[in-house]
């Protein structure tokens, strides 16, 4: 098969499809792979180390997309792809449909097979593409959350961890799965009172004996949530609906139970975000604030720490972009039922539940289209 990396071109993007190491494995394979020149650089990977493992490079992004039967990305295409994509063409990146209309159109019009990383699901109901960027983006929010509390940044100038003699910040953690427990543990870390929340009791006894002490479970209602936030100097919102759109636990009438410069970090907003005053921010410019509250919800959160990320999602992504190219994307489809589970959108037909209930088109059952 004809594989294609293109370069990334969303705000700040820096992560690429695949690292050499991947490259090389398909290479071994028999397959031929196109890198468009420079697309690794960001993520510390040089068009050298490519080409010394057998890929070739082209100069433009349209030369990849032209040359290329299957597609790896990291993020969604944006809208100077758009026309690049021709029909029958596999791609294989996140796509996070439910948030983003026009992107679900135009890949609708273009004929082509989209399988999202987001999507695949295991028997156990695991996520494992989106599980590596989950734990970067959960440590991170803290991160970029505790530089955000400072008061130059527009925060209410509160050390996150405190000082002896001073009380440490409160953060308030929605939602309990990968980014939520990583999110927890950094926050603990960094000497924060945290509290973390869920939907799910065994979820939370579970926690409740593996995590550190200054770490507290509260099942998640409207209720506890709003008696929360008086005290509660960082919000961490983490929570996940597979494929579907992400509910508001944080309205817009509650901001005005928080205190002024406190924080919102909307990890969610890939699909759509947890807070309703949320909408999408870029690295080069990462908030807002709304009622005196500041909200950082950069869309693409991992790509600031590229190398770690395109590592982390090769690792993963590895063995079903291998199955893909030695099998096709019906037959590895038909092989493996998570990967079936990454259709989203083929042939110009909805083929994941969820976005297509979204948007009121008909949904096609993929088992019917292999």
């Not at 990968?178 to 939907?199: E, K, N, Q, W, Y």
């Not at 209602?221 to 709003?226: A, F, G, H, P, W």
């Amino acid at each position: 098969m004809i594989i294609g990396i293109p370069a990334e071109i969303k705000d700040n993007e820096n992560r690429v499809g695949m690292t050499p190491a991947g490259v090389s494995e398909l290479v071994k394979r028999g397959h031929n792979v196109f890198i468009q020149q420079g697309a690794g650089v960001n993520s510390g990977f040089p068009d050298s180390e490519y080409t010394l493992v057998g890929a070739q490079t082209l100069p433009t992004i349209e030369d990849v997309y032209a040359k290329a039967e299957m597609i790896v990305k990291v993020k969604e295409p944006i809208e100077p792809e758009y026309s690049l994509i021709r029909k029958d063409q596999l791609l294989f990146t996140y796509f996070h449909f439910a948030s983003d209309r026009p992107l679900f159109e135009a890949m609708m019009e273009s004929g082509s097979i989209c399988l999202a990383y987001e999507t695949v699901q295991t028997a156990d109901r695991s996520l494992p593409l989106l599980v590596p960027m989950s734990e970067v983006a959960g440590r991170m929010a803290v991160q970029e959350g505790a530089r955000f509390l400072e008061h130059p940044q527009g925060g209410k100038g509160i050390l996150l961890g405190g000082v002896p003699g001073v009380k440490p910040a409160k953060v308030l953690v929605l939602g309990a799965g990968h980014v939520g427990l990583a999110s927890a543990l950094v926050a603990a870390g960094m000497g924060a009172d945290v509290t973390i929340t869920d939907i799910s009791l065994p979820l939370l006894r579970n926690l409740a004996t593996v995590l550190p002490k200054n770490v507290h479970t509260l099942y998640s209602t409207e209720l506890s949530i709003r008696k929360e936030l008086p005290t509660t100097d960082m919000v961490i919102g983490s929570v996940l609906v597979p494929g579907d759109k992400t509910p508001h636990l944080i309205t817009k009438d509650m901001l005005k139970l928080m205190q002024k410069g406190s924080v919102l970090v909307d990890v969610a907003i890939d699909q759509g975000g947890c807070f309703e005053t949320s909408h999408a921010t870029t690295h080069s410019d990462p908030v807002y604030t709304v009622d005196g509250i500041v909200h950082y919800a950069v869309a693409n959160i991992p790509g600031a720490v590229a190398y770690t990320s395109t590592a982390a999602l090769t690792n993963a992504t590895m063995p079903y972009a291998i199955a893909l190219a030695d099998k096709g994307w019906k037959q590895a489809c038909k092989d493996d039922e998570a990967l079936l589970k990454g259709l989203n959108v083929v042939g110009g037909k909805s083929t994941f539940k969820a976005v297509a209930d979204i948007y009121g088109v008909p949904y096609i059952d993929p088992h019917t289209l292999l």
